[in-house]
Nanobody
Framework: VQLQASGGGLVQAGGSLRLSCAAS????????MGWYRQAPGKQRELVAS???????NYADSVKGRFFISRDNAKNTVHLQMNSLKVEDTAVYFC???????????????WGQGTLVTVSS
């Protein structure tokens, strides 16, 4: 399973960016898709996730500013980031928890990361 992320870049504080991630390969079902981020010198943290039945989960720091959505037919997930803050600067990683076949166990897959830089 491969995850291809796109949409990162440089934006001023208060601006918006939209991240997208497409999963491909041997996929039976994607249970959960999400975004994590890792800032310099910090641990990777969950930003937002969405299950196959559209249940969402957000980090407290992004609630009300970031919105996650997925297209199950296209195996894609999007993260709309609004009112960006300098502290949102990080490498953002796409994640998918996948069953590759009906008998397989769930496995976690990661994208390559996309840099989001928010300037003051």
């Amino acid at each position: 399973v491969q995850l291809q992320a796109s949409g990162g870049g440089l934006v001023q504080a208060g601006g918006s960016l939209r991240l997208s991630c497409a999963a491909s390969g041997s996929i039976f079902v994607i249970a959960t898709m999400g975004w994590y981020r890792q800032a310099p010198g910090k641990q990777r943290e969950l930003v937002a996730s969405v299950t196959i039945d559209a249940t969402t989960n957000y980090a407290d720091s992004v609630k009300g500013r970031f919105f996650i959505s997925r297209d199950n037919a296209k195996n894609t997930v999007h993260l709309q980031m609004n009112s960006l803050k300098v502290e949102d600067t990080a490498v953002y990683f796409c994640n998918a928890v996948v069953k590759t076949s009906v008998e397989a166990l769930l496995r976690s897959f990661w994208g390559q990361g996309t840099l989001v830089t928010v300037s003051s």
